[in-house]
Structures are given as structure tokens and as C-alpha cells.
């Protein structure tokens, strides 16, 4: 299989089902499989109806091997809108061939391509197989920044404090 053998492209609503079968394939992977509580059904319309992210897929002769899913975010210092790649994943088969660089490439194209001036992901800290190819092509760890969540009934108590 050669680099250009790869064919990139935006994810169709006909790809909702293969896309959240990667989901749940990157889940089982980050050892996470019992937070995936969404369907198909909430997938596509985040996706298709409302487009709060876009996806990308990667194939090998017409079968997607591996996805890119991200979205903008804002930077207030920089007044400027920014990606964040929210999961990037190839089946394991197929890891280990350039197709996650090729698919991060591509994110990072339309990032440049609509004016955007950083590309931004977490990446768990025990995954150093993708913290060493993250460094390999010139990412820096955020290492100064502690990601913080608001869930469940604490995002409820917070909410019904407006």
C-alpha cells in the first residue's frame, strides 16, 4: 500500500453507521466503551442537521479504514477561530501506515484553508504511541493547561444557578 493509495475524504449522511462504528471502535481502544451512551440517530443529527462537527474518512480501495471528527473553537487572545480535532482514529489493521497523518494533514489543510492559525486535541497521557507521533510532527503538549469538565447533575446545579 503506498501513502497515495489513500483516498481522503468528507464523511455523507450515508456514512453515519461507520463512523459511529469507529466511535465505539476508538472508545474500546481508550478504554472508555461504557461512556458511549449516544446512537446513530443523535450522531447524524449533530452531524448532518445541525453540523456542530465534520468528519473525514480515510480508505483503502473504497473501505474506510480510519476518521477524523472535529469542530471550531474560538480563541479570544487571538480573536480568531481555531479547529479542534476531537478524535482522530484508524483501525488497527491499517495503524502504522501514514493514515493518521495523512488524515491530521488533511485537517490541518482546512484549518489553514479557513483562516485558522492553530489546530488544537488532548490526547490521553498514557497513550504514548500517539504522544510520539503527535511530538513527530511537531505538536507541543499543552503540559501549562489542566483540561476541566462540568457533567451531569453538577452541570444541572450550575445551570439552574443562571
Not at 446512537?39 to 442537521?49: G, I, M, P, Q, R
Not at 492553530?118 to 503538549?141: E, K, M, V
Request: proline share 2%; glycine share 4%.
Amino acid at each position: 500500500m503506498s501513502y497515495n493509495a489513500i483516498k481522503i475524504r468528507n464523511a455523507t449522511e450515508a456514512d453515519t453507521p461507520i463512523i459511529f462504528s469507529f466511535i465505539k471502535k476508538l472508545a474500546t481502544y481508550e478504554r472508555m466503551d461504557a461512556l458511549v451512551i449516544g446512537d446513530e440517530s443523535a450522531l447524524h443529527k449533530e452531524l448532518f442537521t445541525y453540523r456542530h462537527a465534520e468528519v473525514i474518512l480515510a480508505e483503502l480501495d473504497g473501505v474506510a479504514v480510519g476518521f477524523a471528527l472535529f469542530h471550531a473553537n474560538f480563541s479570544t487572545f487571538q480573536t480568531r477561530s481555531n479547529l479542534y480535532l476531537e478524535d482522530l482514529f484508524v483501525l488497527e489493521s491499517h495503524r502504522q501506515k501514514g493514515i493518521g497523518k495523512k488524515l491530521l494533514s488533511y485537517v490541518a489543510h482546512i484549518a489553514v484553508e479557513r483562516g485558522c492559525i492553530r489546530l488544537d486535541w488532548s490526547c490521553l497521557n498514557w497513550n504514548q504511541p500517539s504522544i510520539d507521533f503527535y511530538t513527530s510532527i511537531g505538536a507541543q503538549p499543552m503540559d501549562e493547561w489542566i483540561i476541566f469538565r462540568l457533567k451531569d447533575q453538577a452541570l444541572l446545579d450550575l445551570a439552574s444557578k443562571k
